[in-house]
């Protein structure tokens, strides 16, 4: 009997740790996840008790707001199609995704400074809470849409010397109002075009000839000397017996012509003299394999060790293709930070939030991610991107009127139709204030295509300062 007892009672208690340790996972692990799905009941109940604060560009213009009507709060999308990817949507039924849902406390009040009640002014019962401002120029977020509009793909403006997000968007988009959104989500949902993914931080692309300012910088840290030797390109180079063609044949060529031209069989060379295990160091330093910080989700770019093992795979890789991938809003990081004198800034979208009373309750400020560069070795690149953008380069559509641009074309391959079409660049190249990354989908050359989108976007970025 007292076995039995004994035996049950032991039962018991690995049933109550088991059990407990579950409530702790809940609470400790998946808690801040379960808080902010859209399921849960709790926020959708202080909903109803708090008019959420707006969301502004950073000159003030009014993005996203709740209107009151009676005792319904609605939440106002103005410009729907351009920000939707930033500001995601709030709705009871789907949910919150995006800043309404990375900043939903925020927006909701709960951090304590949000007091004003609303009683006296609607004859209501609810508080306010707080507005955020956003980086994004106004003016430059509308015709990043209006050129990406015409095509799918993404393009992001950033300041590279502090990491501001200038513009993002991602097309083809939606309109986050509920009326429409819960209206049209089954047809969104399935829509091949997949107008609910953000291209520009969870797209992943084949990058083209762009890595091959990666495959330099990493080339020149390995080889001080690079810049001063030359490669005779014959149009086509043999890996093992695999031949890889190039577009023609380019003679004798150094660093920074080799760049002008795109050269494949230079980068090809050079990615098999720097080897797999320098190659690899030098991705993990641009910050491939590794979480990008920043306000809303970034798919972070794969670090396949394996796949750079193989001549013909490191040769591929270094030329950006293979199984290289990498998302527009990294593609601007990486031409920002060579600008930036070879340092990565980390990418933020919120500058501050405020209080109802327009009080600024946090602010954010520039903080360094990684060096991805010596200064010397990524004003070399700099100056070899400079010689792209001029005439006889492939990026030539990119060039501003007394402003040195330094830049890069891409056209990556892609196994489902034409070419993807990539342009990133940064200006003034001596002192870059905007960095750009631009990709169109299926769009062919990259000089063709994607650099005269990235040519307006640096041009109205650079007016912004004078």
Not at 20 to 44: C, D, E, F, Q, T
Not at 114 to 121: G, H, Q, T
Not at 337 to 349: A, D, E, F, K, R
Not at 393 to 416: D, F, M, Q
């Amino acid at each position: 009997m007292q076995d039995t007892v004994k035996k049950f009672l032991v039962f018991i208690t690995v049933c109550f740790l088991i059990y407990a340790g579950y409530l702790i996972h809940l609470v400790m692990v998946r808690g801040p996840a379960l808080s902010k799905h859209g399921a849960n009941p709790r926020p959708w109940i202080i909903e109803n008790r708090v008019v959420r604060g707006g969301i502004y560009a950073r000159n003030g213009e009014k993005i996203t707001d709740s209107t009151i009507e009676g005792d319904k709060i609605t939440r106002k999308y103005y410009y729907p199609l351009p920000y939707a990817h930033l500001t995601g949507y709030h709705s009871r039924r789907l949910g919150k995704t995006g800043l309404e849902r990375a900043y939903d406390k925020e927006l909701l009040g709960q951090h304590g400074h949000s007091k004003r009640n609303l009683e006296a002014r609607w004859g209501i019962d609810r508080t306010e809470g707080e507005n955020i401002y956003l980086t994004i120029d106004h003016e430059l977020q509308l015709k990043a849409w209006e050129l990406m509009s015409p095509y799918k793909g993404a393009a992001v403006v950033l300041d590279p010397r502090n990491g501001e997000i200038l513009a993002m968007v991602s097309t083809p988009s939606f309109d986050p109002n509920n009326d429409s959104l819960e209206k049209n989500w089954d047809q969104l949902r399935q829509n091949s075009g997949h107008p609910l993914l953000n291209r520009s931080s969870q797209g992943l692309y084949p990058p083209g000839s762009v890595m091959k300012i990666v495959t330099a910088a990493v080339g020149l840290d390995k080889f001080p000397q690079l810049g001063n030797e030359y490669f005779n390109c014959q149009g086509e180079i043999t890996i093992q017996g695999r031949v890889l063609h190039d577009l023609r044949v380019h003679g004798s060529v150094d660093l920074k012509r080799a760049m002008a031209l795109s050269c494949n069989c230079y980068f090809a060379n050079l990615g098999m003299d720097i080897g797999s295990e320098d190659f690899t160091n030098g991705l993990k330093d641009f910050g491939w394999g590794e979480k990008i910080p920043f306000d809303l989700s970034v798919e972070r770019s794969p670090l396949k060790k394996d796949s750079l093992q193989s001549p013909n795979a490191l040769a591929e890789s270094a030329m950006g293709q293979g199984e290289i991938l990498v998302s527009p809003l990294f593609m601007a990081l990486i031409a920002g930070s060579i600008g930036n004198q070879g340092v990565m800034m980390t990418p933020y979208l919120v500058q501050d939030i405020r209080s109802p009373e327009d009080r600024v309750v946090w602010k954010q400020g520039p903080r360094i991610l990684r060096l991805v560069a010596e200064p010397e070795a990524a004003w070399q690149v700099q100056e070899a991107m400079m010689g792209v953008v001029r005439s006889g380069g492939t990026g030539s559509a990119a060039s501003l009127p007394g402003i040195n641009v330094a830049g890069k074309t891409g056209s990556a391959e892609n196994p489902s139709g034409p070419t993807h079409a990539w342009f990133v660049a940064s200006a003034p190249a001596e002192q870059p204030r905007a960095a750009v990354s631009v990709i169109v989908e299926h769009g062919g050359q990259g000089g063709t295509t994607a650099a005269p989108i990235a040519k307006e976007l640096l041009r109205l970025a650079l007016l912004r300062e004078g």
